[in-house]
C-alpha cells in the first residue's frame, strides 16, 4: 500500500515564476492538506480540501492556490514565487477532515 | 487550538526510557493531544494521541496529567533511530485539520 507521494522531490524555480507540486494521497482517503516549513520551523497550515474544495485556509496570500480531483490528488500551486517560498512543502492526507494525518516526504522548493 | 510549550532540545542514551514533556495550560475540554515526530529530511510521523486517559501503542506512551494542563511521551527503550523532532500538539478532533506544529523538541539519542 503506498502511501502519501509527492512530486517533485527537489524543485529550483526563479523568482517570479509560478511551480506546481503534486500529491497523491494514501489509499482510502479523501482529504488533502499542505504544509510550508521554512529551515528549523516547524510545519505551517496552508490549505485543505475536501470534496475538492478548499475548506479550510491558513494565513497564507492569495498566491497560494491549489486544486483536487475527483481521485483526491491535489496540486498546490505558487504564483509569483519570492525567495522567502524556498521550503520545504508538505503533503498530508487523511479521511475525513479529523482523520489521523499521514504525511509525505515533501518537495523541496528553492527559489533563487 | 490551545499552544503548547516544549523543551527545545533533550538528550537521551539508547535503550534507556525518553520522556517528553509538554504544557497545554490553556487546553479546552474537547481538544485531544497529539504527538508526531519528523526524523530529519522525512514528513512528519503521527506517534499517539489522547483524551485524558494514558494511551500505549507499539510505538510509545502517553501520559497526560488529571488536570490535563501537561503530558509527557515516553519512548520506552530509545534507539537512535528515534532521534528526531518530536510535536505535540493540542486540538479539537472535528474542528478541520489543521495542525499547529510548534518548534517541537530536537531530541538526540546517544550510543
Known amino acids: 500500500d503506498a502511501g502519501v507521494t509527492q512530486s517533485p522531490t527537489h524543485l529550483i524555480k526563479t523568482r517570479g515564476q509560478q511551480v506546481t507540486l503534486r500529491c497523491s494521497p494514501k489509499?482510502?482517503?479523501?482529504?488533502v492538506s499542505w504544509y510550508q516549513q521554512a529551515l528549523g520551523q516547524g510545519p505551517q497550515f496552508i490549505f485543505q480540501?475536501?470534496?475538492?474544495?478548499?475548506?479550510q485556509r491558513g494565513n497564507f496570500p492569495d498566491r497560494f492556490s491549489g486544486h483536487q480531483f475527483p481521485n483526491y490528488s491535489s496540486e498546490l500551486n505558487v504564483n509569483a514565487l519570492l525567495l522567502g517560498d524556498s521550503a520545504l512543502y508538505l503533503c498530508?492526507?487523511?479521511f475525513g477532515a479529523g482523520g489521523k494525518a499521514f504525511f509525505g516526504q515533501g518537495t523541496r522548493l528553492t527559489v533563487v | 487550538d490551545a499552544k503548547t510549550t516544549q523543551p527545545p532540545s533533550m538528550d537521551c542514551a539508547e535503550g534507556r526510557a525518553a520522556n517528553l514533556p509538554c504544557n497545554h495550560s490553556t487546553i479546552s475540554g474537547n481538544e485531544y493531544v497529539y504527538w508526531y515526530r519528523q526524523i530529519h529530511s522525512q514528513g512528519p510521523q503521527y506517534i499517539i494521541h489522547g483524551l485524558k486517559n494514558n494511551e500505549t501503542n507499539e510505538m510509545a506512551s502517553l501520559i497526560i496529567t488529571e488536570d490535563r494542563k501537561s503530558s509527557t511521551l515516553i519512548l520506552p527503550h530509545a534507539t537512535l533511530r528515534d532521534t528526531a523532532v518530536y510535536y505535540c500538539?493540542?486540538?479539537?478532533?472535528?474542528?478541520?485539520?489543521?495542525?499547529?506544529f510548534g518548534k517541537g523538541t530536537s531530541l538526540l539519542v546517544t550510543p
Open positions: 480540501y475536501y470534496e475538492e474544495e478548499e475548506r
Open positions: 489509499s482510502g482517503h479523501d482529504t
Open positions: 498530508a492526507s487523511s
Open positions: 500538539i493540542v486540538r479539537v478532533v472535528d474542528s478541520g485539520y489543521a495542525l499547529n
